[in-house]
């Protein structure tokens, strides 16, 4: 991309908006309005004006930009920023996660370390359950004594029936993007393939982690004496086999990339936990009869141990920077929980966020949450909408969690490629958003000037890809103003 240092005929924000404001006034193309380099990127596009949406306005200040701006569009990703601005502002920053083991009685286990009746489980939705975290969880039963269980009762009543077929979207049911939401989610519910170089045998071997009695891996990954040429790209594809799965692992690697890693939904949620739990369990010297069963705490039943998450606002970083589709998923479901009561739904969750949004006055008419993370090819957004919620934010107190929660372009999440070389790199705080026929950013641009300009693309059709270097021009050109 030119440097934007050469866009120099338009002095300021200010004379560059009244020149598209007579322009479009006028009934002229939207390039015709754009500062002369900027014309040149977005005739480069080849898009047509009805093929996007675009919004750039100075924060609490004039806009400068409104092209189809009512127009309801699918944002990809972007969406995950309804989900996490309306999480944040209904939940609140501080909000945490808890995941829960009752009992009956006093909860205390016998001289033997037998807990008397089941053990329940109250899962609360946490969205970031790591494997260390239940391990731990676990520890603090043996440290209470308890050894020998009957059962595990799985309480997932915070939720409604909330599982998705996860191939659905794009047949690819094992990918880690397409995971299921669950009430009782750990390490994201996917597993890790650990490739491990042998230069004596010079051949890979693959570790599951965590084990699993339920999971096999057959085939290989052939060994070659090459250079690496970068991060390496192996087959591994999952076959559900009976109440487990089995894992294909094919390609080939260079001996000098080292160890690395593929993640893989092998199971469903609960039979990704029940492996987790029993391996575990089993690990601490614990044992369990009968194993596990869905059902509903008792309010008698007395605490016995218990895990808090992180912050929600260290939760939605994880969210916006990464764009972790099943974290987002869990977070609208929690949303709906907390304000709807138990037994959410998406559609619920999607209730309570546009609750959120229409006391701050914005305008949600032709929007489409969906599942709240923007893997779907229902959701619509309108830019003005978003503008709005975007300004919302800006002004809020909460300001800081939420800004802080977005990729930094050029140096961090899904934008750190971007922009990297250019005066723009760490100025602007961005969402991406991107599906088959889809491209969107929004976000928040800081201008050499000290002011910031909140910016808004989204293109839907076939040629939406060719957005991208115009969104970046933009992007660079506002940097400098």
Known sequence: MASSAKWRGFRSVSSWAGALALALMAGAAFGQGLPPELQQAWRATRLAEAEVSI?????????????????????????????????LSGLGPEYRWRTAFFADGDGRPDAQGTLKGPLYLKAGGDPFLTVQELWSLLRELRLRGIKNLSEVVVDRSLFGRVAIDTGAFDNAPDRPYNASPDALMVGLGAVRLSFQPDPVARKWVTVIDPPSRDIRVVGEVAWTDQVCPGSPRVGAVVVPAGNGATIQVSGAAA???????????????????????????????????????????????????????ETLSDTIRHVNKYSNNVMARTLLLTLGAEQLGNGATPQRGAQAAEAVLREQGVDTRGWLIDNGAGLSR?????????????????????????????AIVGVDGTVRRRLRSDEARGRAHLKTGTLRDVRAVAGYVLGASGKRYLIISMANGERATAIRPFDDALISWLSER
């Open 378 to 406: 229902e959701a619509r957004l309108t830019a003005n909408g978003l503008a709005q919620m975007l300004t919302a934010a800006w002004n809020s107190p909460m300001m800081p969690e939420f800004m802080s929660s977005l």
């Open 255 to 309: 001996g000098s990339c080292g160890e690395f890693s593929v993640y893989r939904v092998a199971l469903t949620q609960p039979a990704h936990f029940e492996t987790l739990f029993r391996s575990l369990w089993s690990e601490l010297g614990g044992t369990l009869g009968k194993g596990f069963r869905d059902g509903v705490t008792p309010s008698r039943a007395a605490l016995v141990a218990w895990h808090d998450s």
């Open 55 to 87: 919004v750039v306005q100075e924060l609490n200040g004039p806009r400068l930009v409104s092209i189809n701006a009512d127009q309801a569009r699918n944002p990809a990703s972007v969406m995950k920023m309804v989900t996490t601005w309306t999480a």
